[in-house]
C-alpha cells in the first residue's frame, strides 16, 4: 500500500516542526535559510491533520539538533528509519493477526 502523506507530506511537516517557519525569513547568517510550504492540510484555519505522526518522525531530529549533527542526510534519514520502525512493527502484528484469524 503507498500513501504520499506517509513519504511526503510527514517529512515535510517534521522538518517544519525542527526548524519552523521563522528559519525562511531568519537574519541570522548562522541559521538555515527553508522556505516551508505546507500544503492547505495543515494550515491552522482547517485543522484536518495532526501532529502525531510527524512528531514521531523529528524526534531524533531533536536529538541530533541538540548535538549539532543535523546535517540533511542525517536528518532525512533518522526520518526514514523512524517511519520504517512503524512498518515493521505494523506489518509484524498484522501477520499476527491474520494468522490468528486465518490459521495455518
Not at 15 to 30: E, F, I, V
Not at 67 to 92: A, E, K, Q
Request: aromatic share 20%.
Amino acid at each position: 500500500m503507498y500513501h504520499p502523506d506517509e513519504n511526503w507530506q510527514g517529512l515535510e511537516v517534521a522538518y517544519d516542526l525542527l526548524y519552523g517557519k521563522k528559519s525562511a525569513t531568519a537574519s541570522d547568517p548562522t541559521k538555515p535559510v527553508v522556505e516551508m510550504l505546507l500544503s492547505w492540510e495543515w494550515m491552522n484555519i482547517y485543522a484536518l491533520r495532526n501532529h502525531i505522526y510527524p512528531f514521531w518522525l523529528a524526534l531524533p531530529g531533536f536529538f541530533l539538533k541538540l548535538v549539532r549533527l543535523d546535517s540533511n542526510m542525517m536528518i532525512v534519514n533518522s526520518m526514514y528509519f523512524m517511519h520504517c520502525t512503524v512498518w515493521t512493527f505494523g506489518d509484524y502484528f498484522f501477520y499476527h493477526f491474520a494468522k490468528a484469524l486465518g490459521g495455518k
